[in-house]
């Protein structure tokens, strides 16, 4: 229960937002940064809803070709 908890808490995250959709920014970077450097919150959405975000980025790659 904590664990989903904090996956839903990463969805709702501004800077976790931010960071997933733009990586290569400067605020992006630094989430980026904050996430390899052992985040719980990040951990724990990626356990939840890691399978769905590989489909997301798949689709999404589609829709732009």
Do not use: L, T
Request: net charge positive; proline share 5%.
């Amino acid at each position: 229960m904590k664990k989903k908890a904090m996956a839903y808490w990463s969805v709702v995250c501004p800077g976790c937002n931010f960071g997933r959709k733009y990586p290569n920014s400067f605020i992006g970077k630094r989430v980026v940064e904050h996430w390899k450097k052992g985040c719980p919150v990040n951990e724990a959405y990626i356990e939840v809803f890691g399978g769905k975000e590989e489909k997301n980025k798949q689709n999404n790659e589609k829709a732009k070709d």
